[in-house]
């Protein structure tokens, strides 16, 4: 690299930085998954009890503990959950960014790394995933590290350390998700590839290498598996057993083969590979030719990725449970076989003339609409109820007025002669709208602190609060440490287990609960409506305001199921 291609990196980088760090600290977790995994992270600090995640009063089996376990660290080094809960997903990001481009210039050259790079970035979902804290970025960044790994192995190799490093963090996937074993699916077009004849790495008598791969991988799962396995066999418990059973089949196996949530129809991923990926899907056009062309020169450095990209699509498209973010590790991979091509194609006229129309058309529906719902209609005045906002959604369709504004005025100065810079100045315009306005804007709502902050003032500070129907948001969010009744079990029953709670102590205890769980048990009359988040409502009540002799029935809002 020379100091030129040097210096293009670190600029680089420091917009990346920019952008996915923008707004960081301007907001608590948000539904559905950001909650559930502070919440546990956060009784991990406070119990001590790091090796079971905890949801409430019941242990978390959905996920491994990793991705919680790293936002643990984070709030010990920064003493800041808004910090803290963000930290992983923009640290992956951040090193997919620099991976991808180091790949590029190891395969090509250094301005193929940085369109490929500069193409992950600008991608709508990437940047949106990234700035929230679910699994799915650290899941990419180390899918993306193995895939490294394997493809400098498999195509300038052998290299047979890369090729064990990249085996091992496959299994440290695993240990975070479950889907890391994807990355080895790099070996299925790679022996096809092999067997075509094509320029790859060709190695002979080292079959105890290829299989220490495997050692490799298994290894890294062994890391967090053996010791809980040894944990929950000292706890000796049916609920630690059932952890067990939980996650090391029924969230894994069990759930792919017959996955009871999200449901979708075979080809859902299609509309993401266009819309999500926006504005990399501009560009197919142009790339699939390309692509085609390299397919007949047998160039492996592009059908390595996409052949694993395909392999990857199938997968999860054969699942019946399905969501946007599941191929989230395709895409470092796709824009990696685009980065030698995006030099030319966006110097040619129908891409430039494209983005300018998208951002000229976005910019209007954006600015159309938000001076429309300043109007006041009843639309919007609904959807501003649902999200529980005092002012009407007045901020909101402001907001939104100014986002189109921008648009408009990026594509008129920009012209379509550069309607690529006029699009991603318009996006940029989006994404700091969003983190600077809509966080602190759509936060007490969106998080719940809102609602929990206006329960505690109608119970005063002395008052003991109980949780039924709850969402992990609200006991993450309560101003003091609350009782659940069990997360798992049905409102009914945690009904009635807070009915017995309350009896105990029927002065200072509170009731804080979901509209759907009070039924005709609860006299409305004698309880306080606090408000709407979440597109819920809630109430508190004292024990004076419960029905004697009702009986609850087994209906109400379930918890909700979360991904793969």
């Known amino acids: 690299?020379?100091?030129?291609?040097?210096?293009?990196?670190?600029?680089?980088?420091?917009?990346?930085?920019?952008?996915?760090?923008?707004?960081?600290?301007?907001?608590?977790?948000?539904?559905?998954?950001?909650?559930?995994?502070?919440?546990?992270?956060?009784?991990?600090?406070?119990?001590?009890?790091?090796?079971?995640?905890?949801?409430?009063?019941?242990?978390?089996a959905d996920k491994p503990p990793l991705f919680m376990w790293m936002q643990a660290l984070g709030y010990e080094a920064l003493r800041s959950w808004r910090i803290a809960f963000l930290l992983p997903s923009l640290l992956a990001g951040l090193l997919t960014l620099a991976l991808t481009y180091d790949l590029g210039r190891r395969l090509w050259n250094p301005r193929a790394g940085l369109f490929a790079a500069g193409a992950l970035l600008c991608v709508l979902q990437f940047v949106y995933q990234v700035k929230r804290a679910q699994i799915d970025p650290l899941v990419?960044?180390?899918?993306?590290?193995?895939?490294?790994?394997?493809?400098?192995?498999?195509?300038?190799?052998?290299?047979?350390?890369?090729?064990?490093?990249?085996?091992?963090?496959?299994?440290?996937?695993?240990?975070?998700?479950?889907?890391?074993?994807?990355?080895?699916?790099?070996?299925?077009?790679?022996?096809?590839?092999?067997?075509?004849?094509?320029?790859?790495?060709?190695?002979?008598?080292?079959?105890?290498?290829?299989?220490?791969?495997?050692?490799?991988?298994?290894?890294?799962?062994?890391?967090?598996?053996?010791?809980?396995?040894?944990?929950?066999?000292?706890?000796?418990?049916?609920?630690?057993?059932?952890?067990?059973?939980?996650?090391?089949?029924?969230?894994?196996?069990?759930r792919y083969a017959e996955h009871w949530s999200h449901p979708k129809p075979f080809w859902y991923f299609l509309p993401v590979l266009l819309l999500g990926w926006f504005p990399l899907s501009l560009a197919y056009p142009g790339l699939l030719p390309r692509w085609r062309q390299a397919w007949r020169e047998r160039d492996a450095r592009i059908w390595l990725p996409l052949g694993w990209a395909a392999l990857v699509l199938a997968f999860f498209s054969l699942s019946s449970g399905k969501r946007d973010m599941y191929v989230m590790p395709m895409l470092p991979m796709v824009a990696l076989a685009a980065g030698p091509y995006l030099q030319d194609i966006v110097r040619e006229r129908w891409l430039r003339t494209s983005a300018f129309c998208v951002a000229l058309a976005l910019g209007v529906a954006a600015l159309g609409y938000g001076l429309w719902a300043l109007q006041g209609h009843a639309a919007s005045a609904r959807m501003a109820s649902e999200r529980g906002l005092a002012d009407g959604g007045h901020a909101l369709w402001v907001l939104l007025a100014g986002v189109g504004a921008a648009c408009v005025l990026a594509a008129l100065a920009f012209r379509?002669?550069?309607?690529?810079?006029?699009?991603?100045?318009?996006?940029?315009?989006?994404?700091?709208?969003?983190?600077?306005?809509?966080?602190?804007?759509?936060?007490?709502?969106?998080?719940?602190?809102?609602?929990?902050?206006?329960?505690?003032?109608?119970?005063?500070?002395?008052?003991?609060?109980?949780?039924?129907?709850?969402?992990?948001?609200?006991?993450?969010?309560?101003?003091?440490?609350?009782?659940?009744f069990g997360f798992s079990a049905s409102t009914a029953v945690q009904f009635e287990r807070a009915s017995q709670w309350q009896r105990q102590a029927p002065a200072t205890r509170w009731v804080f609960a979901v509209d759907d769980a009070l039924g005709s048990c609860v006299d409305r009359t004698r309880a306080r409506r606090v408000g709407i988040a979440n597109r819920r409502t809630w109430w508190v009540y004292r024990a004076d305001a419960l029905v004697p002799g009702c009986q609850p029935a087994a209906t109400g809002a379930e918890p909700e199921a979360a991904g793969m």
């Open 1 to 60: 690299m020379t100091t030129a291609d040097r210096r293009a990196f670190g600029w680089f980088m420091l917009l990346a930085l920019v952008v996915l760090a923008l707004g960081i600290g301007l907001r608590d977790p948000w539904p559905s998954d950001e909650p559930r995994f502070a919440l546990a992270a956060k009784q991990m600090v406070e119990s001590g009890q790091w090796m079971f995640p905890h949801r409430g009063s019941e242990l978390y």
């Open 140 to 254: 990419m960044a180390e899918i993306t590290l193995a895939n490294g790994c394997l493809l400098i192995h498999l195509l300038r190799g052998p290299n047979w350390r890369l090729y064990w490093l990249g085996c091992f963090v496959a299994g440290i996937g695993v240990i975070t998700k479950g889907v890391g074993f994807l990355a080895l699916l790099m070996l299925l077009p790679y022996a096809l590839a092999r067997w075509r004849g094509w320029e790859v790495s060709k190695t002979t008598h080292a079959t105890w290498r290829w299989l220490a791969g495997a050692l490799a991988f298994l290894a890294a799962i062994a890391l967090w598996v053996v010791p809980m396995l040894l944990a929950v066999r000292a706890h000796a418990t049916p609920a630690y057993t059932a952890y067990a059973r939980d996650i090391l089949l029924h969230q894994t196996a069990e």
């Open 416 to 484: 379509p002669r550069r309607g690529v810079h006029a699009l991603l100045a318009g996006l940029l315009a989006v994404w700091a709208a969003w983190s600077l306005w809509a966080y602190p804007l759509l936060n007490d709502s969106s998080s719940a602190l809102g609602i929990m902050r206006d329960a505690g003032r109608s119970i005063g500070p002395n008052a003991e609060l109980g949780l039924v129907g709850w969402r992990e948001q609200n006991l993450l969010m309560a101003d003091r440490p609350a009782h659940d």
